[in-house]
């Protein structure tokens, strides 16, 4: 059982970009759900979190800037994400709980750079 990232890419310093997250594979309703971000070289750190009742949680080096939700109809989980940074640069990985037992995506790459 895996969850599938998507939407990563290449973009400029203040730039947007806006990550899906694909929960097909789990009881998405009951999930709760976690970004995570690892920068090349560092430890995986957790974003943000939305849970299955709706309550949401973000780092403050992200507040104000992105957003975390989620469609349950669609099974997808997103990450607004702007006024991105360079420091921002990482590995972007999805994280469901669902009834005590954890899954993970392989990631999507975010790279800010001018």
């Known amino acids: 059982v895996q969850l599938v990232e998507s939407g990563g890419g290449l973009v400029q310093p203040g730039g947007s970009l806006k990550l899906s997250c694909d929960g097909s594979a789990i009881v998405f309703t009951r999930a709760d759900m976690y970004w995570y971000r690892q920068p090349q070289g560092k430890e995986r750190d957790l974003v943000a979190a939305i849970h299955s009742g709706g309550r949401l949680a973000y780092k403050d080096f992200v507040k104000g800037r992105f957003t975390i939700s989620r469609d349950n109809a669609k099974k997808l989980m997103y990450l607004q994400m702007n006024n991105l940074k360079p420091e921002d640069t990482a590995l972007y990985h999805c994280?469901?709980?669902?009834?005590?037992?954890?899954?993970w995506g392989r990631g999507t790459l975010v790279t800010v750079s001018s």
């Open positions: 994280r469901a709980l669902e009834e005590g037992t954890g899954y």
